[in-house]
């Protein structure tokens, strides 16, 4: 059974920064692209990054590009978002979810998720 758990969410002012962990089990974690979603009150959810298998490629939005960072760890399972600068309008629950694909950027296109860790930015 696959598994997905994101930790490290919480509350932060802006400016701040958080780094959520997504720790996976059940699957062949090396082969599998791993991306970041994340869903505002509201709002559909959107996708904040991906990396590949190797973790040598990334790609993100222009939202989040250049504060946010992707990596992983093959060796412990576990992908990892880096977020620095935070603003009021990062806020949102923020999922993690495996891939076949690099390209992945759709929702659809993710086999796997996890349950999701709250992340408030306050002004």
Do not use: H
């Amino acid at each position: 059974q696959v598994q997905l758990v994101e930790s490290g969410g919480g509350s932060v002012q802006a400016g701040g920064s958080l780094r959520l962990s997504c720790a996976a089990s059940g699957l062949a974690f090396s082969t599998f692209a791993m991306g970041w979603f994340r869903q505002a009150p509201g709002k559909e959810r959107e996708f904040v990054a991906v990396t590949s298998g190797s973790g040598s490629s990334t790609a993100y939005p222009d939202s989040v590009k250049g504060r946010f960072r992707i990596s992983r760890d093959n060796a412990k399972n576990t992908v990892y978002l880096d977020m620095t600068s935070l603003k009021p309008e990062d806020t949102a629950v923020y999922y993690c979810a495996a891939a076949y694909s690099l390209r992945s950027r759709t929702q659809a296109e993710y086999k796997y998720w996890g349950q999701g860790t709250q992340v408030t930015v306050s002004s």
